[in-house]
């Protein structure tokens, strides 16, 4: 059996599986690279890279597990972030690959993309301002920006940047 032979009924192939284990063990180990690094790196959003990443290199389905997953294990694993939060990212990921694979019929990859990631990031804004402030400092939020806007716009350009080229490169081939 090929790396990239799939199941009939779930697309699952080895190049996923291989990548969604090192996805869930950078995401374990992201706290301890926080760590070491003294930068909270949960500011270049690891999650989205890998999802973004899933998206490039494995297939649709496999983006949509990530997205999913990835966040609910963090919590599992570490208790970060709490709960709610991790829901919220968890369907803010969701709804980027969501947008992403609905927009790329439409317009090129690079505006998909970066047009994906901006639309997720206003449900997340918008879930976290309709949710009462107070309600949401409660449940371990803190400040409602409390992280560099500046660096999350710069990883959405890079982010873009990668999957505009790498699906120029394979003619959209990893999620088709």
Partial sequence: MSATARTHATGITIRSIIFDIVALGFIFLMPA???????PLYFIEPMRIMVVLAMVHTHRNNAYLLA??????????????ILVKAVIISLELM???GVFYLLKKYLNIFAAIFSAIILSKIFYFAVKFIVPI?????LGYGNF???SLWIQLATSLVLSI????????TAGKPSA
């Fill in 33 to 39: 690279f926080s760590h070491m690094l003294a930068f």
């Fill in 68 to 81: 999913l997953a990835l966040p609910l294990f963090s919590f599992v694993m570490s208790g970060h972030p």
């Fill in 95 to 97: 709804i980027m690959a």
């Fill in 134 to 138: 107070k309600a949401m400092q409660s």
């Fill in 145 to 147: 920006f409390e992280f």
């Fill in 162 to 169: 990668y999957l505009w080229k790498m699906w120029k490169t």
